[in-house]
């Protein structure tokens, strides 16, 4: 149990710095982040709260209190363990972001720009696998489209991915309306949408054979 434990761990640590650099080079390309955070950006501004930080924590929140709606079997300390996953990963991406402020990304050829963005959202497929996987602790966003996936729709992470953008998705609709003005939506967003559950799903296959989902 130990070994297994250790294990596990050690994929969270892994999957966090791969999700941190995803999340960075997305926003560093500046051409379109991950659902979810494009969300967060558009929520930010529409209300001018200054604080993007503050509302992920914020939206996180709400959602992990969704998902304990939705799983009533859930533990009350699955959902202060989701809480805590969200400190190291908003310190992590804005540590990677910072690093890359250097590589002006957002003055590259368009075509690298693309490139980078499109790895970004692969980068954080990949880590969503890892540590959906492991299963140890999770982004509240990422529990909320794994209840999805195994208490609705047999495992099947695209179907799940999808619907549970829905939720951000209208978020950033209603920020549009009510601002007139859209923010972070682009490439990498579409790219998320469609093909992040497809690319989920294949590297629940393809990477890290040996780790399987625990705790399902």
């Known amino acids: ?30 051409l379109g982040s991950a659902v979810w ?28 209190c969704l998902v304990s709606l939705i799983d009533k079997k859930r533990k009350i300390s699955k959902f202060l363990l989701d ?12 540590y990677f972001t910072s690093c890359l402020e250097g590589l002006n ?14 790895l970004g959202i692969v980068f954080i497929s990949l880590a969503t696998s890892l540590y959906q996987r ?3 602790v999770l982004h509240p966003n990422d529990d909320f489209m794994q209840t999805i996936r195994f208490m609705f729709l047999h495992g099947d992470a ?9 939720v951000p998705l209208s978020i950033i609709v209603i920020t549009t309306v009510i601002s007139h003005a859209i923010w972070a939506v682009g490439i990498g ?6 093909f992040q559950g497809s690319m989920i799903k294949w590297f629940d296959i393809h990477a890290f054979k040996h780790l399987k989902h625990y705790d399902i």
Do not use: W
């Open 158 to 166: 695209t179907k799940a991915q999808i619907i549970h953008f829905l």
């Open 83 to 94: 809480l805590l996953f969200i400190t190291p990963f908003s310190i992590l991406v804005q």
């Open 37 to 64: 955070t494009a969300s967060a950006v558009n929520i930010n501004n529409c209300f001018s709260i200054n604080s993007l930080s503050l509302v992920i924590f914020l939206e996180g929140l709400a959602v992990n």
């Open 1 to 30: 149990m130990y070994i297994d434990f250790r294990k596990r761990f050690m994929f969270l640590v892994l999957s966090l710095l791969i999700n941190a650099t995803g999340h960075a080079l997305t926003i560093s390309t500046n």
């Open 105 to 118: 990304l957002q003055h590259q050829l368009l075509l690298i720009r693309i490139i980078l963005d499109i």
């Open 134 to 136: 492991a299963n140890i």
């Open 189 to 194: 967003t579409i790219i998320s949408f469609f």
